[in-house]
């Protein structure tokens, strides 16, 4: 039940980033648009949310794979030990992608 909310709360949430992408690609054929777009896109709180979209395409993706194989037929009853490594699959995606982004603005700074 948890799961099949959260595959489709993500999946809604991808909907709703892909109406804001495809906006964001229209502000490229206006220069004082694409401006505003390009600051908001360097901004602190733009690179949290990044990360969470990370998070939420890596789960999405990997749970859908998930759900695509066993609706192939490759039926198995250890879906909570899949689960698990679905969410482990996520974190990694997400260590690997997603601290790069908020490295430079959330970390750096605090090295000595
Ligand atoms: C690797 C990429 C993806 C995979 C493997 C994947 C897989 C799936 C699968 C298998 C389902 C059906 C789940 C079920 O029947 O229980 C699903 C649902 C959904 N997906 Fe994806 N998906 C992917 C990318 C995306 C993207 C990019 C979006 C949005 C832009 C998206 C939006 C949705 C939505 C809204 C649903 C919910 C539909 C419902 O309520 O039944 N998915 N996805």
């Not at 099949?4 to 229209?26: A, K, M, T």
């Not at 949290?48 to 039926?75: C, P, T, W």
Request: no cysteine.
């Amino acid at each position: 039940m948890g799961a099949w909310l959260l595959h489709r709360l993500s999946g809604l949430f991808l909907v709703l980033y892909l109406v804001f992408h495809i906006n964001g690609l229209r502000a490229l054929s206006d220069p004082s648009e694409f401006e505003v777009y390009i600051t908001v896109f360097r901004s602190p709180l733009f690179k949290i949310a990044e990360f969470m979209l990370l998070i939420v395409a890596a789960f999405h993706a990997f749970n859908g794979m998930r759900i695509l194989i066993q609706d192939m037929g490759f039926r198995s009853d250890r879906q909570r030990v899949l689960f698990y490594g679905v969410l482990a699959l996520t974190i990694i995606v997400v260590l690997a992608g997603g601290v790069p982004i908020i490295f430079p603005y959330f970390i750096a700074p605090l090295l000595p």
